[in-house]
């Protein structure tokens, strides 16, 4: 019989790692580990290839446990691995390339964050950021502080924006129209606090207590900061203008799922309903917040050229001085990489969450 390659699928947690193998009816099951970190499988059975003997070898990241443990079923064969060292993988393979049989198991997949998830306070294994294993007091003590943390941080921005939203809903009720004109006097004080609450954001995966990217978290976190500080309060002649409305009102609309989302994820909780708002409003809300904050941008183009405010001197050769709104302009530019970047990364996020991704059809 002809030797062939199964299709193989994976997905991992923080101990495990899970192979699914489509391979039906499978005999003279082989599975066996080389050198602690490569993974032999043989057998006959059914596959993409009819009845034939299969064959693949898999070299992992970093070194497993000894105990494997497997099932075969009708339709095919399942592999639970150990990891040798409890910790989230970047792939699965030494080799950089992924074997053009291994594919994602996206009825298993989850991303680091969404894995921590399934991981109880009692049971949990931590890496401290000197990569000194622990499973005592201690353990359980810094990762409650943790936890603390996290959870009061999301429950106060979450007050906080929730307050924002059901102010502004309840004026634009009342006042209609007119209510766009004084939002910025109504709600600047709390918009501040939680902004300047948000930098946390950016120096929580530096400090390894959140998974989450730097690069999107500094991004979203930067560029509302600019619109809040620099556009709306510097700029007397901007606060009155109906686009803060607007900004506001979808910053704090994406906020009021956001927040609780990650305030649940800290106690091992999930709301289904909320857990597909936060992973299907930012869609709509994210673009046009873009939109609207490059609004305010081009609003306040010629109010910096007037004012003359923030301009940068130049030698009397090169001119009296380089006004901001230059400065303005090439930052509309970026707001747009920026919308591309991070919602790239919320789409893949999403994606992996519902897994989106088709299996290929063999």
Known sequence: MQILTPHVY???????????????????????????????????????????????????????RP????????????????KQEERWWGRLTLQEKKPLFLAPDFDR??????????????????????????????SSAYLGLK???????????????SWIFVNMTVRLFILGQDSFYDTFHTTADMMYFCQMMAVLEVINPLLGLVKTGFLPAMIQVAGRNVILFVIFGSLEDMQNKPVVFFVFYLWSTIEIFRYPFY???CISTEWKLLTWLRYSLWIP??????????VAVIQSLPIFDETRLFSLPLPAVLG???????????????????????????????????????????
Do not use: C
């Open 10 to 64: 994976w997905a991992q947690r923080h101990r495990d790692i899970y192979l699914r193998v489509e391979l039906s009816d499978a005999k003279n099951l082989d599975i066996s580990l080389q050198d602690n970190n490569t993974l032999l499988f043989r057998a006959q059975g059914h596959g993409a290839k009819g009845d034939n003997e299969y064959r693949f070898s898999l070299e992992f990241l970093e070194p497993v």
């Open 67 to 82: 105990e494997i443990s497997h099932k075969s079923t009708q339709r095919q064969v399942d592999i639970k691995i150990k």
């Open 109 to 138: 997949w989850l991303d680091e964050s969404d894995a921590e998830m399934e991981i109880s306070v009692e049971s949990r294994t931590f890496t401290v950021p000197f990569t000194v294993h622990f499973n005592s007091p201690v």
């Open 147 to 161: 936890k603390g943390y996290l959870f009061m941080y999301n429950l106060v921005q979450f007050l906080g924006f």
């Open 263 to 265: 305030m649940l994820a």
């Open 285 to 294: 809300l994210y673009p046009l917040g873009v939109v609207a904050e490059a």
């Open 320 to 362: 009296h001085s380089l006004s901001f709104s230059f400065t303005l302009q090439l930052y509309l530019v970026l707001m747009f990489l920026g919308l591309f970047i991070n919602f790239r990364h919320l789409y893949k996020q999403r994606r992996r969450r519902y897994r989106l991704k088709k299996r290929k059809v063999h």
